[in-house]
């Protein structure tokens, strides 16, 4: 069923992580806004590269199109999309607002880049899991994979993700995306983030449509390896070629796509 009504939610989408997940966009702009511009990133480039939160969607419309939805089932709810959820200054408040109406469990997908900021952690801790993206174990890879905004600093990246860690009583994954340049880094990239103190810790690599090639599942294997031999029993390892992948059936594809990249056919 294709409706092109929607600005704001898209999908579901069937998610190895997060199950059948409706899709957010709390930036939802033309132009991706975004305070990396990863090399792989299945978005597209970063047209608008920024560490500055202001409200792009109003609350009360995005609530507007949750209650015009058709009845489905849905595992969870899902802020994500076209850049860097936490650059909108009202999440909070809209996941207040979601969880006000909806009973599904509620997930942030972040980057992590704006992790040590007060105002974004009091608006995280607020959802029932986080996503946290930890790509990386320098300074010089930062640059090298997700070339961020100027302002963003790879040590407060990992210094605010265990201060987070603290005082969240939620799911925290790391979703790591390995492609050729940062497969080398896997074992102190798995050393970082084993000091986090995340629940889990989930091997990706881009098997939609991206801007680079894709890691074969051997070479994912062995990263996999390194990360559960770092890790050992203090934190469970999962990867994306070892999980079962269904097809998503979007009510808009066009809209989902723009969001999350291809599907391979």
């Known amino acids: 069923m294709e409706q092109h009504h ?3 939610i898209y999908g579901p989408v069937t998610s190895w992580r997060l199950g059948k997940s409706l ?3 709390p930036v939802s702009t033309d132009e991706k806004t975004c305070s990396f511009n990863c090399v792989y990133c299945q978005a597209g480039r970063t047209t608008v590269l920024t560490v500055e939160r202001k409200v792009f969607v109003p609350t009360e419309a995005l609530i507007r199109e949750l209650r015009a939805l ?6 969870s709810i899902t802020f994500a999309g076209n850049g860097e959820p936490t650059l909108a200054k009202n999440l909070g408040e809209m996941i207040r607002a979601v969880r006000g ?11 992590a880049s704006l992790i040590d900021r007060k105002d974004v952690q009091e608006d995280l801790v607020l959802a029932d899991l986080v996503e946290a993206k930890l790509d ?15 302002e963003i600093v790879w040590e407060a990246i990992v210094t605010g993700l265990k201060t987070f ?3 969240y009583q939620g799911h925290l994954n790391l979703q790591i995306m390995f492609v050729a340049g940062n497969q080398a880094d896997a074992a102190d990239i798995a050393r970082a983030a084993l000091g986090i103190g995340a629940d889990e810790i989930e091997i990706n690599t881009p098997l939609r449509e991206s801007p680079v090639k894709p890691l074969s599942p051997a070479e994912i294997g062995k990263v996999t390896d390194i990360f559960r031999s770092t890790c050992g029993t203090a934190v469970k390892v999962r990867s994306v070629y070892e999980e079962k992948r269904e097809k998503s059936e979007p009510f808009c594809r066009r809209a989902t796509e723009r969001r999350r990249g291809k599907e391979p056919e």
Request: hydrophobic share 35%.
């Open 6 to 8: 929607y600005q704001y």
């Open 23 to 25: 899709g957010i966009d």
């Open 70 to 75: 058709p009845e489905m089932e849905i595992d």
């Open 101 to 111: 109406i909806r009973e599904e469990k509620i997930a942030v997908i972040t980057n």
């Open 136 to 150: 990386v174990c320098s300074a010089d890879s930062l640059q090298k994979v997700n070339h961020p905004s100027a």
């Open 165 to 167: 860690r603290k005082i």
